[in-house]
């Protein structure tokens, strides 16, 4: 094969895998109301709100309630109480009527009826219409307003109504999706952009929402450096890539494979991953792996010498009777080299945020018999209620019926994508609002985040979210991949990684 050959087939592969990943990364894609590209406000329609307080007197006091008539007055008690005779029980206090809650215009994007906040998301149609592509996505806008529109029929947010604003970007480049930071941020000033940006060059504009305008994003998967960054203001319902990759040792932990696996070797896909995968080391070492050998691809996009570097280490690993190699991160060159040279390995994906890939297609150089071992997702969210709860609010409300990746035929819409991240980003918007309280700003949306210990996000049986960990998801499952039926055999889970 030709090297433009080559370029070409792997450019494909990287859009795919790009596109598809959009059910696996909460933020990483959506699509806005097709009729919403102005950006004007889009008030849901069911907007009945919880009822309002009972007002309080003008002085701002709740009336007291009216004092009970005075009893008759009673015989004199004897001196001495018979024995067999009960002492009168005390008189119980009447239980303190619950102060009122105050709604006022407490922050940008928040006034004392409603909560603006900014939907941002791929235009698929114009994504198709402009590559000439024929991806088979609904835009994410009208789940995500059929969801809105629930919450605010539950009441909203302590009463506020949710109103939304929606904004298109195409994943390929940063224009299109600056151009909708600016709009939500600048020009409209929403308290929150739900979704974010996803794609080559679109998803560093999240820093956009986060960094450059302090506004809080809910959704995309923040890198621990970026959310340090934001404060406490950017938070996923997902894992972290990050997280991910560090997770595998605690799941060979957990599930007694250490010793077996052991020595292991470790290969970051790019120079920017060392720290990452010497704290991967270490945490091994402390679970009492060997680990000779620790590096990363300095070579990273130049495939030939990609391939020399990954000789180096294949000679080095079997010196050292390397058992295993922990990939981390996400390098083709890197994986179908050694697969295809050095298939004796154990492999370990590390992150795993391809895997939807697998299904369809086997990686290159990957050989049957190779045993792979990762880490994924739990089951088929389908049988958590939460989820079920979101697909049948989405089907009542569009008219359509949402069926899981894996039963779509080829002429199917795919709906999922569209469903899961409405589902898990409201929800999770919508808890932290909540624990921030009536006078809701981004102060008291900080503070909240170590307040909401019993994080709930639907599809995931562990959770947990605090200010210094933003990325909710705990839960993940040890697969091994097969060959033949060419998809991922679960052999121990749901595991805590927390």
């Known amino acids: 094969m030709t090297m433009g050959k080559k370029w070409a087939s792997t450019a494909m592969l990287r859009w795919i895998a790009l596109l598809m990943a959009v059910a696996l990364v909460a933020g990483a894609c959506g699509g806005g109301n097709d009729d919403d590209e102005s950006g004007e406000v889009e008030a849901s329609q069911a907007t009945a709100a919880a009822p309002a307080p009972e007002p309080a007197d003008s002085d701002g006091e709740t009336e007291p309630a009216p004092a009970e008539s005075e009893p008759e007055e009673a015989a004199p008690a004897p001196t001495q109480q018979p024995a067999d005779t009960e002492a009168p029980a005390p008189e119980e206090e009447p239980e303190a009527t619950p102060e009122p809650i105050v709604l006022t215009d407490s922050f940008r994007g928040v006034t004392s009826e409603f909560i603006l906040i900014g939907h941002s998301s791929i235009d698929f149609e114009k994504l198709n219409a402009d590559f000439g592509l024929d991806l088979p996505y609904q835009n994410f806008g009208p789940p995500f307003l059929a969801m809105v529109d629930w919450y605010n029929e539950q009441g909203g947010v302590l009463g506020r109504r949710l109103e939304v604003v929606s904004e298109l970007f195409l994943p390929v480049g940063a224009t299109t999706a600056e151009e909708a930071c600016l709009k939500l941020t600048e020009d409209v000033q929403v308290f929150a952009v739900i979704n974010g940006f996803a794609g080559p060059g679109a998803e560093q504009v999240n820093t956009?929402?986060?960094?450059?305008?302090?506004?809080?994003?809910?959704?995309?998967?923040?890198?621990?450096?970026?959310?340090?960054?934001?404060?406490?203001?950017?938070?996923?319902?997902?894992?972290?890539?990050?997280?991910?990759?560090?997770?595998?040792?605690?799941?060979?932990?957990?599930?007694?494979?250490?010793?077996?696996?052991?020595?292991?070797?470790?290969?970051?896909?790019?120079?920017?991953?060392?720290?990452?995968?010497?704290?991967?080391?270490?945490?091994?070492?402390?679970?009492?792996?060997?680990?000779?050998?620790?590096?990363?691809?300095?070579?990273?996009?130049?495939?030939?010498?990609?391939?020399?570097?990954?000789?180096?280490?294949?000679?080095?690993?079997?010196?050292?009777?390397?058992?295993?190699?922990?990939?981390?991160?996400?390098?083709?060159?890197?994986?179908?080299?050694?697969?295809?040279?050095?298939?004796?390995?154990?492999?370990?994906?590390?992150?795993?945020?391809?895997?939807?890939?697998?299904?369809?297609?086997?990686?290159?150089?990957?050989?049957?018999?190779?045993?792979?071992?990762?880490?994924?997702?739990?089951?088929?969210?389908?049988?958590?209620?939460?989820?079920?709860?979101?697909?049948?609010?989405?089907?009542?409300?569009?008219?359509?019926?949402?069926?899981?990746?894996?039963?779509?035929?080829?002429?199917?819409?795919?709906?999922?994508?569209?469903?899961?991240?409405?589902?898990?980003?409201?929800?999770?918007?919508?808890?932290?609002?909540?624990?921030?309280?009536?006078?809701?700003?981004?102060?008291?949306?900080?503070?909240?985040?170590?307040?909401?210990?019993?994080?709930?996000?639907?599809?995931?049986?562990?959770?947990?979210?605090?200010s210094s960990k933003v990325d909710a998801a705990d839960e993940l499952f040890l697969v091994e991949y097969d060959f033949e039926a060419r998809e991922f055999i679960e052999l121990a889970g749901p595991i805590d990684v927390g």
């Open 208 to 466: 956009c929402v986060t960094e450059l305008h302090d506004t809080i994003l809910v959704g995309g998967l923040p890198t621990p450096e970026q959310a340090e960054a934001a404060g406490g203001l950017w938070v996923s319902p997902q894992m972290s890539l990050e997280r991910r990759n560090t997770a595998m040792v605690s799941i060979l932990e957990q599930t007694g494979r250490i010793d077996e696996l052991s020595p292991v070797m470790i290969i970051g896909a790019h120079p920017e991953q060392q720290s990452l995968v010497d704290g991967i080391a270490e945490d091994l070492r402390a679970a009492g792996a060997e680990v000779p050998v620790v590096g990363v691809v300095t070579t990273t996009g130049d495939q030939f010498a990609t391939q020399a570097e990954m000789d180096v280490y294949i000679e080095r690993a079997r010196s050292d009777g390397i058992v295993s190699i922990l990939l981390a991160g996400e390098d083709e060159y890197r994986n179908s080299h050694l697969w295809d040279t050095a298939p004796e390995f154990v492999y370990l994906i590390g992150n795993g945020d391809r895997l939807a890939d697998w299904q369809r297609e086997q990686p290159d150089g990957l050989q049957s018999g190779t045993l792979v071992l990762t880490s994924r997702g739990g089951p088929s969210p389908m049988e958590d209620p939460r989820i079920l709860h979101c697909i049948d609010v989405i089907e009542g409300a569009l008219g359509i019926e949402i069926l899981p990746p894996e039963e779509l035929g080829d002429d199917d819409i795919q709906h999922w994508a569209g469903m899961l991240n409405a589902c898990r980003d409201l929800s999770m918007f919508v808890q932290i609002a909540e624990a921030a309280g009536p006078d809701l700003t981004n102060d008291s949306w900080v503070a909240a985040l170590d307040n909401v210990p019993d994080i709930s996000v639907p599809g995931v049986e562990f959770a947990s979210l605090s």
